[in-house]
């Protein structure tokens, strides 16, 4: 996935797509001002993916993850880096501390 030149980028949508945990990477090496990403039903990335997205992405604020194969755990962790991101479509999450929208 090329995005060495993407470093402006602030709003992603690949949802639907068959994205791995490496592309992903590559997008949070490389589109740190990003704001909001969508990757609804993206089961090819896992955990690790999201913790680097959160954590090389300091301006994220939303993440849609609706239909995703990871754990409702792995959601809540996710805020435990970033209090204020907004987790879209997680509906199977019901721990009052995760904020889902």
Same mark, same amino acid.
């Given at each position: 996935?090329?995005?060495?030149?993407?470093?402006?980028?602030?709003?992603?949508?690949?949802?639907?797509?068959?994205? +791995?945990?490496?592309? $992903?990477? /590559?997008?949070?090496?490389? =589109?740190?001002? *990003?704001?909001s %990403?969508?990757?609804?039903s993206? &089961?090819?990335? +896992?955990?690790?993916? $999201?913790? /680097?997205?959160?954590?090389k =992405?300091?301006? *994220?604020?939303? %993440?849609n993850?609706?239909?995703? &194969?990871?754990?409702?755990?792995?959601?809540?962790?996710?805020l435990?880096?970033?209090?204020?991101?907004?987790?879209?479509?997680?509906?199977?999450?019901?721990?009052?501390?995760?904020?889902?929208?």
């Amino acid at each position: 996935m090329q995005v060495s030149r993407a470093h402006s980028l602030q709003h992603l949508n690949i949802g639907g797509t068959f994205i +791995t945990d490496e592309s $992903l990477y /590559a997008v949070a090496n490389n =589109c740190t001002n *990003l704001k909001s %990403i969508m990757l609804w039903s993206c &089961r090819h990335v +896992t955990a690790a993916g $999201l913790v /680097a997205l959160v954590s090389k =992405c300091p301006e *994220l604020e939303c %993440i849609n993850v609706g239909g995703m &194969r990871v754990s409702p755990e792995s959601f809540a962790g996710l805020l435990s880096i970033s209090p204020a991101l907004r987790i879209r479509s997680v509906p199977e999450i019901v721990n009052a501390s995760v904020q889902v929208s």
